[in-house]
């Protein structure tokens, strides 16, 4: 069942409706995460950052804030764990993949999808303009393959010391590799498979933070 046509339609009406009803039920917990953003540091509440999207075409994505503003910033962006930038609320909230939730405005204004391609700064676009070219052809996700195989980035990122060298070289190679894997193969019970499967590991990782503090 690969998407295409009427199950472009299909995946959009996915989007919409659960993108809708999910910022509706969560509003309780939108409120509960910006109070405490805003207890625990100064500064806003939302993250809002370019990215290159469907076409080439650059939108700002949303999160929930979860480093200082008045810290000092690392080189291309790269966030490594232990980053002295990242606030109390945001370990917790990086940690637990909630700083996220916000992108459900962005599926609801159609500049991304529940599940597709990461999307990333024009800075790693141009650096592999032929492989971008299929990714950027489908919107980008809110999780997809590669978010699976590296929910711990910024843990790999501090094993090499925050190396860009290491995320060019390495992880964003492996990055688009995954994301052509699913361009080739998506298709509407990929999506859904993709999304369960990242909640089970959403709720395992905040388990097992729990555990540990």
Known sequence: MKIGGSQEICKRI???TVSFLALILLTPLFVVISIWI???SPGPVFFKGERIGRYGRPFNIWKF???DQVAGSTAAGLTVAGDPRITRAGHYLRRTKLDELPQLV???RGEMSLVGPRPEIRKYVDMFPDDFDRILAVKPGITD???IRFRNES???ALHDGSEDEYVKRILPEKIRLAHEYIRSRSLIKDLKIIFK???LILRDSS???DRT
């Open 198 to 200: 990242t909640l089970l």
């Open 65 to 67: 804030r979860s480093m």
């Open 208 to 210: 097992l933070f729990a």
């Open 155 to 157: 843990e790999l990122l």
């Open 145 to 147: 393959l590669a978010s």
């Open 38 to 40: 805003k207890k625990d």
């Open 106 to 108: 962005n599926v609801l």
């Open 14 to 16: 996915l989007d919409l």
